[in-house]
């Protein structure tokens, strides 16, 4: 029976325990631990009943199976019953670290960190790296990675649950530098990644858009065979290739997944990638390949392929995708659901039905919602229902500069100037400051940023010389600079000064100036590119005979021979 439920073959191991004449103590134990491992709790608990019903009295074994088996659940108060149980049978008061190890997991696992923390305090001063490892990441679950990272940092010995807890925990928080730092310094220290750890590091190449990090780690660690044969790795080699810019090379790994391994999740980022990339209909093939093989979608398969029907202009699509989420797939539209189709319809100028579909929502509109509207009227200059939009995303948020600079720009564009100066004033007013605008590039391993009209670079001089021949090769081709957007009362020279100088232009005079000939541009921004920059780069592309890729807070634009991918539709 303890050879079947270790290798979790359950059933077989539950004919053995159902055929045994006598069940003691250590049957049951070996029972509700192989329930733990294949997580199935219910069966557990039930199986922990009868063993009370018996007569057989638990033992810190028994607790520390029950808790494995419960901690993946989040539910605390089962573990809170359990942990009674442990202080009310006499064998188990004086428990061991093991068990005191358990019921920090399980407190740690279910996001109550007081809790935790006293059973922590309570260990012998000698704590387990296990008890460690807990505590890092019940903080680093919770988003509190200044307090996981104290306890990683008190730490005598780290083993590398320790190292991987930390650096999951900054990936999930989206402090992905500090992530690459944390597994640089782990690297150094001689210490080899396993798959959970390699999982979290590509995660975090993939929110920086590390690409040459991301493919030396593949490189290193990630063999061929492994990498098609561990969907973990492969969903997130994918993802890390998609969000750095190589999409060819996410659908090659993709492809050479057996189909018999794929997972819905591994659909998901596919699709996902194919979205943000604007390949609307790789995506749409993605997805009813997905169908095909007998998986079904779920919440964030819809997200997906909605936003990839979004981003390619696919309005018939994108309606009939919407509408059999619930008629075929009993699957109930959530906000980012209906997101997707308010973008979809706005971006295509259907912006009544795009406001009537909200007002028909079964829940009230989030800022999400109502930016993607605001959006959407601004690039078709429909200041009627703009301003209902704007006015709602400013008593959602009413300290966010984003929308009233979106608000304004949409006022500029159809030359309403005076309303659109008493936004900014209105702005100024407030003590409002609009999000900064950076962007930044990765070089021979390294990540340079750049904030709009930033001058602090080491390489300035050169980047300044760059930016200037990109002006004169922009002004040669005819180009005229977008300064609409530029709502200042300066005169026409400093407005096209302004738009010189914004951070993705500084970044691409820096990779004009490092890179080889012919070698791909990579940009990553945090904001949406504004019409100045997009025109530009496109006719920059032709001009230097590259191609510049950047991702931006909505998609990735590929930029090659005059063109955009996006079809200048974004």
Known sequence: MHFYSVFKHLNDARIVFEGS???????????????????????????????????????????????????????????????GFVYRNPSCVDSNGLLKAAILDMYAK????????????????????????????????????????????????????????????????????????????????????????????????????????????????IGGELCSQNIILSTALIDMYSKGGKIDSSLHMFHRIPKGLRTVSLFNSMISGLAQHGLGKSALAVFREMESVGLGPDSVSFVAVLSACSHSGLIEEGKELFRSMLDVYGIRPHKEHYGCMVDLLGRDGCLDEAYDLIRSMPFEANSVIWRALLGACKLHGNVKIGEVAAQKLIELEPDHGAHYVLLSNMLANTNKWEQAVRVRKLMEDKGIQKPPGWSYTE????????????????????????????AMQLKSAGYVPNTAQVVFDIDEEEKETVVSYHSEKLALAFGLVNSSTGETIRIMKNLRVCGDCHSAFKLLSKIYCREIIVRDASRFHHFKNGCCSCKDFW
């Not at 733990?36 to 009943?49: D, E, H, Q, S």
């Open 110 to 221: 279910s996001g109550l960190m007081d809790l935790a923390d006293r059973v922590f305090s309570s260990m012998a001063s000698n704590k387990s790296t296990a008890a460690w490892s807990s505590m890092i990441s019940g903080y680093a679950r919770r988003g509190e990675t200044a307090a996981a990272r104290r306890m990683f940092d008190q730490m005598d010995r780290r083993d590398l649950i320790c190292w991987t807890a930390m650096i999951s925990g900054y990936s999930q928080s989206g402090q992905y530098s500090e992530a690459l730092e944390l597994f640089a310094q782990m690297e150094y220290l001689g210490i080899r990644p396993d798959e959970c750890t390699m999982a979290a590091v590509l995660s975090a190449c993939a929110g920086l858009g590390a690409l040459s990090l991301g493919e030396r780690l593949h490189g290193r660690y």
């Open 443 to 470: 070089f021979q391993g390294t990540i340079h940023w750049f904030l709009a009209s930033d001058k602090s670079h080491l390489q300035d001089k050169r980047i300044e010389s760059m930016l200037h021949d990109m």
């Open 21 to 83: 004449l006598v069940r003691d103590l250590v049957s049951y134990n070996t029972m509700i631990n192989g329930y733990g491992l294949v997580g199935r709790p219910g069966p557990a608990l039930r199986l922990f009943r009868k063993m009370q019903e018996s007569g057989i009295v638990p033992d810190e074994f028994t607790f520390v199976a029950l808790l494995s088996a419960f901690s993946s659940l989040d539910d605390s108060r089962i573990g809170k019953q359990i942990h």
